[in-house]
Structure formats: C-alpha cells, structure tokens
C-alpha cells in the first residue's frame, strides 16, 4: 500500500471499542452457527474521523485470517495461533463505488458506531458449522452430520471454529496493528474521489493521512465453548 505524509496536522485521536460476543457460551453440539462478534466503537474527537481499516482489526470479517483479531485462553492467558490468509492484490483505491470503499469507516463524535461479523469460518457468510480443535486439526472438512470430506481446511482456529470445548476465552484487537492504522479528520466523502479519476485515485494518494496518535482505549470481549 503505497502512503504519503500527511500534509496537515490534527489533535489527538481517542477512540473507545467494547468487543461482544453474542450469544457468551457456544456448544459445538447444540448450536449450528457460530456466534456474533461485535465491535462498538465511540468517540468524542470534534471532527469526524475516518479510518482506512484495509488489513486492520476493523476489516470485519477478514481480520478473523490476518490475526489482527486475538485470542487468549482463561484463566493462562495464553495466546491461541489463529488461522493465516495471506492475499496478494494491487493497492487500495479510494473510488466512490468500487469495493474497496468498504475499507473506510467514518466515526461521527459522540455517535455509537458498530460492525460485527459471524465468529467463525466463512468469509462472513454464517453457514459453516463450527467443529471443536479435536476435529479441526486433523485439517478435513465436516458435512452436516459430522463425517469428514476430503477437502481441506485450515487446522487453526478461525473465531470459535477450532477452539477446544470446557474453556472460555477472550477476544481482543491487535494493538500493533490499530497502532500502525491510518486516518483523517475528514469524513470519507473528503476522501473518496469520483470513478472516472485517473490521478489520485489510490489510498496513498489522499494528502491527509495521520499515522498513529489515537489512543485506543479496548474492552475485549469473552465466550465460552462447550461441546
């Protein structure tokens, strides 16, 4: 991702993100689905603030396989190896309308913003059941009624897909990376630019870019798993 130094200066940013998992207890038996991860973030900065959360912990779903999202097992606090996707692509446009608008995320002051995902495998489509670690690290795919398929599948955890029942874990935010984000005291329409632009048209190219200064303030959120 090509980046620029910011041309203008800005007060310092504090942004505050309670993480819920919902329901708080999975059963790899009874419930099909996983559970809901949730990220409510809130600010009191006087400008808006908009965040290029492109790889970052707030790219929901695909922070679950770049390990920006943690987990730690209760009450050791030992930190679980999460599933890794590693996606090479071309830089991260700033075009009105083209999918990678997604990765700009506009916090209003003093406004609740939220964003969530399935917490488990899927891409954030909630269709794939969850299989305890006994299961997944022997790296095959389940169907339905848990018989294996010979199509493989990372034997890493991804949200509570793979973790091992009878514990409780937390679930927080890489602090290295919401440390290294990018953002701009802007609202993202100052940011984006209009398709036909053929100049200026990546993230890099936006004058305005600050690199660090926010005080991340986290509440991380816990789940059990059962069997």
């Given at each position: 991702m090509s980046t620029t130094t910011p041309t203008t200066t800005s007060p310092p940013a504090k942004i505050h993100i309670t993480i819920t998992i919902t329901p708080e207890t999975h059963s790899f038996t009874t419930n099909p689905l996983p559970p809901f991860l949730t990220?409510?973030?809130l600010?009191?900065?006087?400008?808006?603030?908009?965040?290029?959360?492109?790889?970052?912990?707030?790219?929901?779903?695909?922070?679950l396989t770049n390990r920006t999202i943690t987990i730690h097992s209760l009450p050791s606090r030992q930190k679980i190896e999460t599933c890794l996707f590693q996606v090479n692509r071309s830089p991260v446009t700033r075009v009105r309308g083209d999918s990678d608008e997604q990765f700009y995320l506009t916090l209003l002051p003093n406004t609740p913003t939220t964003i969530s995902t399935p917490f488990g495998r899927g891409g954030g489509v909630n269709k794939i059941r969850p299989v305890p670690k006994a299961i997944a690290e022997k790296g095959w795919e389940v169907d339905e009624e848990g018989r294996e398929r010979r199509v493989r599948r990372s034997v890493q955890p991804t949200g509570v897909d793979g973790l091992e029942p009878g514990l409780e874990y937390e679930v927080g935010l890489d602090r290295e990376s919401l440390d290294g984000m990018w953002w701009a005291p802007v609202g993202r329409e100052e940011i984006l630019v209009e398709g036909g632009t053929t100049e200026g048209r990546y993230m890099g190219d936006y004058r305005g870019w600050v690199k660090g200064g926010v005080e991340w303030v986290v509440e991380g959120g816990r789940v059990k798993v059962e069997e």
């Amino acid at each position: 991702m090509s980046t620029t130094t910011p041309t203008t200066t800005s007060p310092p940013a504090k942004i505050h993100i309670t993480i819920t998992i919902t329901p708080e207890t999975h059963s790899f038996t009874t419930n099909p689905l996983p559970p809901f991860l949730t990220l409510s973030l809130l600010t009191h900065h006087p400008t808006p603030i908009t965040l290029c959360t492109f790889n970052r912990p707030l790219a929901l779903p695909s922070a679950l396989t770049n390990r920006t999202i943690t987990i730690h097992s209760l009450p050791s606090r030992q930190k679980i190896e999460t599933c890794l996707f590693q996606v090479n692509r071309s830089p991260v446009t700033r075009v009105r309308g083209d999918s990678d608008e997604q990765f700009y995320l506009t916090l209003l002051p003093n406004t609740p913003t939220t964003i969530s995902t399935p917490f488990g495998r899927g891409g954030g489509v909630n269709k794939i059941r969850p299989v305890p670690k006994a299961i997944a690290e022997k790296g095959w795919e389940v169907d339905e009624e848990g018989r294996e398929r010979r199509v493989r599948r990372s034997v890493q955890p991804t949200g509570v897909d793979g973790l091992e029942p009878g514990l409780e874990y937390e679930v927080g935010l890489d602090r290295e990376s919401l440390d290294g984000m990018w953002w701009a005291p802007v609202g993202r329409e100052e940011i984006l630019v209009e398709g036909g632009t053929t100049e200026g048209r990546y993230m890099g190219d936006y004058r305005g870019w600050v690199k660090g200064g926010v005080e991340w303030v986290v509440e991380g959120g816990r789940v059990k798993v059962e069997e």
